[in-house]
């Protein structure tokens, strides 16, 4: 392991020996955390080539259990999020692939710190079963057309290992460790078509636009070598995505957004996802795709499919239309503004952290969620606003919270005379 650290850190190439060796003898604790954070630290600086990556990924896909989803054909299909605020996508994209032809087993996880998690949000819903066998999970695709469990607890313990020590060492900002920590758990779950929403912005794991493009690439890379036909979408986060953020209130806006309503901006990022999940995995032209997507929520077949879904799996179909029995926080505050003009900017990350102060999401990973808590934004980014007028909602259980949330939300917004020009919702798709 000594030699091994010292060659990266003089810049040179590991062979594929040497790293399924510090993957394999790190995860059976042969191997200390001073040295895994050393050659960490040597990666995050020295990067790797792009056989680095792969070699790297397919040692971390193989350190546990993997999902075999052969007996779906073609036709099984993976969507996966960089993380944002307000990203409900999953709720609102698999049912419209699904009633498009795909088949989706996907395995989610839960959220920390200002970036929501699928798993969260799908457990507030009364009796929705997260923990499910693999053998369930793909005799439900097979009849549904979904499946979203919580991620096994054998599913790529080296990338659970890994990442935990990343996170205390300062070496989570590579792009070659972030790229082969999202696309390991993606080949160990077994699906042949992946869409990875690369979020861009404020909000998002990534900043700037080249840093995106970069791990996009990466992704894609890694997914062709090891045979799987990979899309990546870079979209914007420097906005929260639609208007709810906390988890009972995305799946209300998911809902809506299936029933036709809500924020068209959302429904159209969902309908491309979807579009490009159908067009690889159904064999569908891109055009053809994306008009089918929306043609699913205007004639309810998406919606159907989210009931099954949701029944499915335990849960309580009713919600679909009865929101109540997912709960009401007890405290409700409206967040007015101070001033006239145009929000010129919201700050995704901020947002996502007074959700978290609300309740709804986790600064430890042994934090237990507020369901009911969150925002609603009734203003966003390009709308006029007058003095006093109401630009949010915050809900919570917690009364001692409303008053400092309420002013860090003013904080995390501008506002100017001038407004703004419009931003792009999808900068490019990465094939």
């Known amino acids: 392991m000594y030699n091994i650290i010292r060659k990266k850190r003089d810049g040179f190439e590991l062979s594929r020996e040497e790293i399924t060796k510090f993957v394999k003898e790190y995860t059976d604790g042969k191997i200390c955390d001073y040295q895994a954070s050393a050659l960490l630290m040597a990666i995050c600086i020295k990067g790797m080539t792009a056989r680095e990556t792969s070699d790297l990924t397919t040692a971390m896909a193989n350190s546990g259990d993997t999902v075999d989803l052969s007996g779906l054909g073609s036709l099984s299909a993976d969507k996966h999020s960089t993380g944002g605020v307000g990203d409900k996508t999953s709720l609102i994209v698999l049912p419209i692939a699904a009633a ?237 503004s101070e001033i006239s003009g145009y929000i010129t900017k919201m700050d995704a990350e901020k947002i996502g952290n007074i959700c978290v102060d609300l309740g709804g999401g986790r600064k430890t990973k042994e934090d237990k969620i507020d369901h009911t808590a969150g925002i609603i934004l009734v203003k966003k980014t390009g709308d006029k606003v007058e003095k006093g007028e109401v630009i949010a909602r915050v809900y919570t259980n917690k009364e001692d919270v409303v008053i400092k949330a309420a002013e860090d939300f003013l904080n995390a917004i501008e506002i100017a005379d001038k407004k703004p020009e419009m931003q792009k919702l999808i900068y490019e798709v990465v094939k």
């Open 100 to 336: 498009l032809g795909c088949k989706v087993a996907k395995m989610s996880g839960r959220g920390l710190g200002h970036t929501g998690g699928t798993v969260d949000k799908l457990e507030s819903i009364p009796g929705y079963e997260t923990a499910i066998s693999p053998e369930k999970l793909i005799e439900q695709t097979k009849k549904v057309g979904i499946a979203l469990a919580s991620q096994s607890g054998n599913l790529t313990p080296a990338d659970k290992k890994i990442y935990a020590l990343r996170d205390v060492t300062g070496t989570v900002e590579s792009i070659p460790l972030i790229a082969s920590s999202i696309m390991s758990k993606k080949i160990a779950s077994g699906a042949q078509n992946i869409v990875l929403d690369v979020k861009v912005g404020s909000g998002a794991f990534m900043k700037s636009i080249d840093d995106a493009r970069d791990l996009a690439n990466a992704m894609v890379e890694i997914g062709k070598a090891s045979g799987r036909n990979v899309r990546a979408i870079l979209t914007n986060m420097d906005i929260p995505l639609g208007n709810a953020v906390g988890n009972s209130l995305e799946v209300i806006e998911a809902i809506e957004i299936l029933k036709g309503n809500g924020d068209k901006n959302l429904l159209d990022i969902c309908c491309v996802l979807a579009a490009n999940m159908a067009s690889m995995a159904v064999g569908f032209d891109e055009e053809k795709a994306l008009s089918l997507a929306y043609e699913s929520v205007e004639n309810g077949s998406a919606l159907l499919k989210f009931r099954e879904w949701i029944e499915a799996q335990g849960g309580d179909g009713r919600i679909v239309d009865n929101y109540s029995l997912l709960g009401k926080a007890s405290v409700e505050k409206e967040i007015k």
